[in-house]
């Protein structure tokens, strides 16, 4: 069983202090961060498509994102803002994302980030397909020459 240590409460000029903080915070959040109006999913472009308060638009499609990727339209379109318009919200998908971070290109978490990465990879098309073929036929890819200064 837990008990609370009443011993290290803290004064109300401190907690007056820590409030005051967190609203200057969040005050300069809001003023050098990306923030939300609306966002909905785009049936017919499958896109999810954010409104920023500033009047650009975002949008990117959900296979990029973690946890939107097998959802389904239904899925996707439940979604909705926090107040501040600072994050993004699928309840039936438990997925949450920050504004900020999605417009950086940040989709998931590190290691989903990493896996995406490889994946683009190793993405083909009959231009790379052919490409790999001549320098095949070449004896491999080229070798990098050195460049010496003068």
Request: hydrophobic share 40%; no cysteine; charged share 25%.
């Given at each position: 069983?837990a008990?609370?240590?009443?011993?290290?409460?803290?004064?109300?000029?401190?907690l007056?202090?820590?409030?005051?903080?967190?609203?200057?915070?969040?005050?300069e959040?809001?003023?050098?961060e990306?923030?939300?109006?609306?966002?909905?999913?785009?049936r017919?472009?499958e896109?999810?498509?954010?409104?920023?308060k500033?009047?650009?638009?975002?949008?990117?499609?959900?296979?990029?994102?973690?946890?939107?990727?097998?959802?389904?339209?239904?899925?996707?379109?439940?979604?909705w803002l926090?107040?501040?318009?600072?994050?993004v919200h699928?309840?039936?998908?438990?997925?949450?994302?920050?504004?900020?971070g999605?417009?950086?290109g940040?989709?998931?978490?590190k290691?989903?980030?990493?896996?995406?990465?490889r994946?683009?990879?190793q993405?083909?098309?009959?231009a790379?397909?052919?490409?790999?073929?001549?320098?095949?036929?070449?004896?491999?890819?080229p070798?990098?020459?050195?460049?010496?200064?003068?």
């Amino acid at each position: 069983m837990a008990f609370k240590n009443w011993n290290n409460l803290i004064s109300e000029e401190e907690l007056d202090a820590q409030i005051a903080r967190a609203k200057a915070a969040t005050q300069e959040a809001d003023a050098t961060e990306p923030r939300a109006a609306s966002v909905r999913f785009d049936r017919s472009s499958e896109l999810i498509i954010i409104s920023l308060k500033n009047g650009a638009f975002f949008s990117f499609p959900p296979t990029l994102v973690q946890g939107l990727g097998d959802a389904s339209p239904e899925d996707l379109d439940d979604v909705w803002l926090d107040a501040s318009g600072s994050s993004v919200h699928w309840e039936r998908l438990d997925a949450d994302f920050n504004i900020a971070g999605l417009v950086a290109g940040i989709f998931g978490t590190k290691a989903w980030m990493s896996h995406l990465g490889r994946k683009g990879g190793q993405t083909t098309s009959p231009a790379k397909a052919e490409s790999s073929r001549n320098n095949g036929k070449k004896g491999g890819r080229p070798k990098k020459l050195l460049q010496t200064s003068l």
